[in-house]
């Protein structure tokens, strides 16, 4: 399996959101710190991704490509770091409400 491709920043604003509170991307382009994210959707479609994700550019939404054996890249739209499952899940209750967007806990490996 390859690794997963770089992320890239959809848009961005300079404020931060109390409903998805972003890390800074490192100079690699990793997001830094936080252990878990939310997932906002996923799509086939670079395209599709790209566009939906600049719905939440205030956000600081990204787009990772990942190859999924036997299915082929898909293109998830993310936002947030958080350094625990609380944080996270608190900023999945505040980013529902604020948008009407399922939005789903990501995450969970070792911390960097």
């Known amino acids: 399996m390859r690794p997963a491709a ?3 920043k959809v848009g ?3 404020s931060a959101s109390r409903a998805a509170p972003v890390a800074p991307a490192t100079a690699g382009g990793e997001r830094s710190k ?3 994210l939310l997932q906002l959707s996923s799509f086939q479609d670079r395209a599709d991704a790209d566009a939906f994700a600049r719905r939440f550019a205030a956000q600081n939404a990204y787009v990772v490509a990942t190859d999924i054996p036997g299915k082929g890249t898909w293109y998830r739209v993310r936002v947030g770091s958080y350094g625990n499952l609380q944080e996270a899940s608190a900023a999945k209750t505040n980013f529902e409400r604020d948008h009407n967007v ?3 806990v990501a995450g969970g490996g070792p911390a960097k």
């Open 34 to 36: 936080g252990r878990f």
């Open 6 to 8: 770089p992320l890239t």
């Open 12 to 14: 961005s604003s300079g």
């Open 102 to 104: 399922i939005a789903y």
